[in-house]
């Protein structure tokens, strides 16, 4: 950054770039001082913004789950060739290039990796189903269905400095893959990172104008103009979280409002992980490790280490020697192993909180006020080396249990007994994220259980995951990231409940025809077509409710047996009729489940080649009703979900399968899974 101008950064709103009416406050390079950027937001018509997004969202809800899913595909790939780019201004913040990979490839990774879980998992629809339909009359006549759609207004997304990336990205692919515009406001320490990769996200064309806008800089008067369409979402401290939360828009509109906070987070070490075993060494390189990596700048970092009492100086000791090795210096130099903290103002703050835990604890590990570096100027540079206290009472204490040091600080606890450590993890009223380090399946079984309510994820640590485990501190996009009372009470992440989020929940109630009309997806009792043979028909001749109500098929003891014998499967109730009528549940040798389904394939296939790729599952298969010898079996297959596929030659179809007996009893119910091609015959 050099000799190089300080970049005016600018907030994208209503369509244009804009930089606020002023000057802008200076923000510096960590690690060296020098200006990067200048950043305000004063001026700008934050009503407007969310007016232009709500606008916006209209586009987005006109496209379907796997339409969006596939524009956040190509965005992630466009990203990723790019991410050079990304880590060279990533330096700025403090981060080395390991640093900036969980940020920058991290970021990029969730929102891919949203793209593919919606593709796979959501139908190719603008409105979701969840859950069964509910029979709501004896005659079928009055039914209801869950479903979900976007809401219609603004998502916006308050993030910390920490990961100006990940924490923009693994909040707006959730959100734009629900249908919902966002606006990101970064941290402003690192706003100048977030401001790059939007800028590249603009460039690209590929999100509907209106879908993101930025603000660098101050909010303003943003969360005046909240309604009950909009959503909040915050990542950083639990008080300003709770100011914002507080907001009297916020709570007179009912708006959904999320917060991951940072958090006292633990671990345990286990009493069966003694110095030599694999457990011991993995703690401490966890430990460490969550004292390092960015510094120490996560929100799941450990910041509370409970040790058996036993183990505390071998604990002293092994951290000691592993913290010596892992030298503080300029974020790109290739022997750095810890950059710097974000500011200047950030590194006077993490001393106060370490001054204040001194009231409970000694520092038995570095020193804060005397920094040494590999590399860089430890005056112009906003370096700390690494911090361990020690707290030898912590059942009296209270400031190991109240205070974070936002940086690479860490305070050791001893306890006596399991049950005082887990009681310990309940001393921070709510966190991200504990660890367990035990190989030992009873002291996981009680540690685990004991800590859970407090924690939204544990990770337990052993020698058979070491190698492939992911760690205490790093959030997957497919397990919920947050945590209940100090860590805000909010589930991010975790999968499709990320994008459900963003959706409102509504019970509909009707006639199956109409209710069917709203879902797109077929219901019993709606109309039905029996036409033409539903597996002669591509996906463009192929309608909701095509049925084949097929020819029948008794079921003979010879039936059973040969299915027994062939395929191995000679369960007493099959093969012997004193047994069977012994069992409550049977009057006599009944029939096979699988020969059950067998035989109805049998009844509702078409044999000749069409547009029926493949078979690939059965869902939701239940057996209602024993089937005995003599009995008689027949289908009624009806098409009761269509999902094209955007980028591909095909779709997915879901059936309704239902058996039925001679005295129309139902024998057996569930969904056939089918692969269909959209037209027949295929194209030469």
Not at 626 to 642: A, S
Request: with cysteine; proline share 5%.
């Amino acid at each position: 950054m050099t000799d190089q101008t300080p970049i005016r950064l600018k907030s994208y709103i209503c369509g244009e770039w804009n930089a606020g009416a002023r000057d802008g406050n200076e923000l510096r390079d960590a690690a060296t001082g020098e200006v990067v950027a200048l950043i305000d937001a004063s001026g700008l018509d934050m009503a407007a913004a969310l007016e232009h997004g709500r606008r916006a969202g209209a586009k987005l809800r006109g496209m379907s789950f796997h339409e969006r899913a596939l524009m956040l595909k190509a965005l992630g790939q466009e990203l990723m060739a790019q991410k050079d780019d990304f880590h060279a201004l990533s330096l700025a913040t403090g981060a080395t290039p390991k640093d900036g990979w969980v940020d920058i490839e991290g970021g990029i990774g969730t929102m891919l990796g949203y793209a593919s879980k919606a593709r796979r998992e959501l139908p190719n629809t603008k409105v979701l189903t969840e859950g069964a339909v509910e029979s709501l009359a004896k005659d079928g006549s009055f039914a209801a269905q869950h479903i979900l759609t976007p809401l219609q207004g603004v998502a916006v997304h308050i993030n910390a400095y920490n990961f100006p990336c990940w924490g923009m990205l693994e909040k707006l692919a959730p959100t734009l893959i629900a249908g919902m515009p966002a606006i990101v406001k970064p941290a402003s320490q690192t706003a100048y990172l977030t401001e790059l990769m939007v800028r590249r996200i603009i460039d690209t064309g590929l999100l509907p104008e209106g879908a993101l806008q930025l603000i660098c800089g101050s909010v303003g008067d943003l969360l005046d103009h909240m309604t009950g369409q909009d959503v909040v979402t915050f990542t950083g401290s639990a008080s300003t979280g709770r100011k914002l939360r507080a907001h009297p828009a916020i709570i007179a509109n009912s708006t959904r409002f999320t917060m991951e906070a940072d958090s006292l987070n633990s671990c345990i070490l286990g009493p069966d992980a003694t110095t030599g075993t694999p457990e011991f060494d993995l703690f401490i390189r966890e430990l460490a490790a969550e004292m390092t990596v960015k510094a120490g700048q996560k929100c799941t970092a450990i910041r509370r280490a409970f040790v058996p009492r036993a183990q505390v100086q071998a604990v002293r000791d092994a951290l000691a020697d592993r913290l010596a090795k892992l030298p503080a210096g300029l974020p790109g130099d290739a022997g750095t192993r810890m950059g710097a903290l974000a500011s200047l103002d950030q590194r006077d703050e993490v001393r106060a909180r370490i001054r204040d835990l001194t009231a409970d604890a000694e520092i038995v590990i570095g020193d804060p006020g005397r920094v040494t570096t590999a590399s860089g100027d430890p005056e112009h540079g906003a370096f700390l080396n690494p911090v361990v206290l020690y707290c030898d009472r912590p059942g009296d204490a209270t400031a190991v249990h109240d205070v974070e040091a936002f940086g690479p600080v860490s305070t050791l606890m001893p306890y006596d007994d399991l049950d005082e450590a887990v009681a310990l993890t309940h001393r921070g009223k709510g966190s991200l994220v504990a660890s367990v380090f035990t190989d030992d399946p009873k002291v996981a079984e009680a540690a685990v259980l004991g800590i859970a309510p407090f924690h939204g994820r544990v990770l337990i640590g052993n020698r058979a995951s070491a190698k492939t485990s992911t760690g205490h501190g790093s959030p997957l996009y497919m397990l919920t990231h947050g945590g209940p009372g100090r860590a805000g009470g909010g589930e991010e992440l975790g999968g499709i409940r990320g994008v459900k989020h963003f959706m409102q929940r509504t019970a509909v109630q009707g006639a199956p025809r109409l209710l069917s009309a709203v879902t797109g997806r077929w219901i019993d009792g709606a109309a039905a077509r029996a036409d033409t043979h539903p597996f002669r028909k591509s996906l463009a001749e192929l309608r909701i409710g095509d049925q084949i109500v097929t020819a029948t098929r008794e079921v003979t003891l010879e039936d059973i047996e040969h299915f027994a014998n062939f395929t191995g499967d000679t369960f007493y109730a099959h093969m012997d009729e004193a047994a069977a009528r012994a069992n409550p549940f049977f009057e006599g040798r009944v029939a096979h489940g699988y020969l059950i389904v067998s035989f109805a394939a049998g009844l509702f296939v078409h044999p000749d080649p069409g547009p029926v790729l493949a078979n690939y599952g059965v869902d939701n298969l239940r057996f209602l009703t024993p089937v005995n010898p003599g009995d008689t079996l027949g289908v009624r297959l009806t098409c009761k979900e269509i999902n094209p596929r955007q980028d591909g030659d095909y779709g997915e179809v879901r059936w309704d399968c239902r058996v039925t007996n001679q005295k129309d009893e139902v024998v057996a119910q569930y969904d056939v899974l089918t692969m269909v091609a959209k037209t027949w015959p295929p194209a030469a």
